[in-house]
């Protein structure tokens, strides 16, 4: 499975921001497609992911409510729109594609087996 993101930028406090990750390859065993970031100094954390089966949508707790995954199936494609950006969303973006089927670990990054480049999110005014 490959994995393409894109979409990221610099926006000012308050702004939204819409990231893109397209997969490509053996998709047909993809479980789970999600975002995780990583912040300068700071571990990677999970952001959301978005199940394939049944559609559900998983986030962190920084981000329910402020961001919303979708994942247009015609194209294998998962967006993230990311809404009342604050400087502390600051990160590097990765999308990443899990074919583990546990929806208990969705959100835990270590069963993610395929992971695209990082895009920058900056939010600074």
């Known amino acids: 499975v490959q994995l393409q993101a894109s979409g990221g930028g610099l926006v000012q406090p308050g702004g939204s921001l819409r990231l893109s990750c397209a997969a490509s390859?053996?998709?047909?065993?993809?479980?789970?497609t999600g975002w995780f970031r990583q912040a300068p100094g700071k571990e990677r954390e999970f952001v959301a992911t978005?199940?394939?089966?049944?559609?559900?949508?998983y986030y962190a707790d920084s981000t329910e409510g402020q961001f919303t995954i979708s994942r247009d199936s015609a194209n294998n494609t998962v967006y993230l729109q990311m809404n009342s950006l604050k400087p502390s969303d600051t990160a590097i973006y990765y999308c990443?594609?899990?074919?583990?089927?546990?929806?208990?670990?969705?959100?835990?990054?270590?069963?993610?087996?395929?992971w695209g480049q990082g895009t920058q999110v900056t939010v600074s005014s």
């Open positions: 990443a594609a899990t074919t583990v089927s546990d929806r208990f670990r969705v959100r835990n990054d270590i069963v993610y087996d395929y």
């Open positions: 390859g053996r998709t047909f065993s993809v479980y789970a």
């Open positions: 978005f199940r394939w089966s049944g559609r559900y949508t």
